[in-house]
Structure formats: C-alpha cells, structure tokens
C-alpha cells in the first residue's frame, strides 16, 4: 500500500463548475496536510495546507480534512483554465520530511 | 516566503561523470531538503540536508553516489555522482518555514 494514495486522472471540468481532488495516507499519526499545484515543466507551488479535522477555506480552494478517514480533499470552485495542472498531495512525516502522492491531472475546458 | 534560486537550471551530462547542483535562499533557513522528480513521477526526497552535519539520507539514497554540502544557513549543494541515464530527472531543493518551499529545480539529461 502506498503511504499516500491519488487518483492519477486526468479530471476533466467545465470551467466554472467544482473540481474535486482526493487524497488518502496510510499513516494514522500524520499531523499535517498540504497541497501543491505543479504546472508543466516548472516546480510545485503551495497552495494550501491544512492541520485540522473540517474545512479551510482560502479563495476558491478549499481543504478538507477528516482524520478518522485519513482522507484530504481539495476543491476548486469557479475552475479556470488556468487550474489545469498537476496537483499533488502531501503528507509531513518525522523530521519534517514530506511524502507525496502520485499527482492528479487536472484540466479545466472552456 | 524565502526565495529560493538553484544553479544550473538544466545541463545535458554525459554518463561516468558528476554535476553538482547549487541552491540559494536568500535568508536564513534551518531545514533544507533535497528531492528528485523522475519523468512523469512525483517527487521522492533524497535527504535532508544538515547544517555543520552530514547529510540524512532516504532509504535507496547513498551519500557516494549524492554527496550534500550545507556550509551554512543559505547555501546547499548537491552532486550527482558517476551518473547514468537512469539519473535524468528533475532535481528540486526546499526549505522549511513552517511550510515547505521549493525551489524552480534543475532538469538534468544524462546521455
């Protein structure tokens, strides 16, 4: 089992409409959560972390994070073309050090 | 964020020899991380480099083929030893503050 599992896509969306991205990890005791934007040929970006169960809303993106699940989620309202990247999911392990997951695809047709 | 630049962005290696990556930040930072990014793969932590220590090393990473330098709280490198084409990847640097920050990474093409 991989310590943190997304489905690769690619996720397809109308612009406008929620894209939806999910995340899970295999290790219950993984505090923090992040998520990273990484368009072609350049490095990821941060553009959301979260640390507790709920909600965290930051502009159109919003984290979801339910521990009991060991499951995280990002959703893009309004998405645009430009969201189409790759967004990875990643989990903080000991001494800081982050695993990601595979990358979903997204793109967002007008 | 800190602002982080990495040296070369992208060289083209032949196999048997070594490239050392640089990476900068331009204020001080206590942890900085080094990954590789292979080919439509995700990103895979090398080590984690230690300022005024040795390098800790990920499992499957060994210091003779990825030796680390951390002189101090700013500067990094990283060299990749007698490479093959199997080498040919992406290699990023980051720092921590509070979160993780990547650098724009090097594109390495071993021939």
């Known amino acids: 089992q991989k310590e943190v599992e997304q489905n690769s896509g690619p996720l397809s969306v109308p612009e406008g409409a929620i894209a939806s991205l999910n995340c899970t990890y295999s290790?219950?005791?993984?505090?923090?959560f992040f998520w990273y934007r990484q368009y072609s040929g350049k490095s990821p970006e941060l553009i959301m972390f979260i640390y507790s169960n709920g909600d965290k809303e930051d502009g159109r993106f919003t984290a979801q994070l339910n521990k009991a699940s060991q499951y995280v989620s990002l959703l893009i309202r309004d998405s645009q073309p430009s969201d189409s990247a790759t967004y990875l999911c990643a989990v903080r392990q000991y001494g800081n050090k982050l695993v990601f997951g595979a990358g979903t695809i997204l793109r967002v047709k007008s | 964020s800190a602002v982080i630049s990495q040296k070369p962005s992208r060289d083209i290696c032949q196999r048997g020899t070594s490239l050392t990556i640089q990476c900068q930040v331009d204020?001080?930072?206590?942890?900085m991380f080094w990954y590789r990014q292979q080919p439509g793969q995700s990103l895979t932590l090398i080590a984690t480099a230690n300022q005024g220590s040795e390098a800790t090393y990920e499992s499957g990473f060994v210091i003779d083929k990825f030796p680390i330098s951390r002189p101090n709280l700013t500067f990094s490198t990283l060299t990749v030893s007698n490479m093959s084409p199997e080498d040919s990847s992406i290699y990023l640097c980051?720092?921590?503050?509070?979160?993780?920050?990547f650098g724009p990474g090097t594109r390495l093409t071993v021939l």
């Open positions: 290790d219950r005791g993984s505090q923090s």
């Open positions: 980051s720092v921590e503050e509070n979160e993780q920050f």
């Open positions: 204020s001080q930072v206590t942890m």
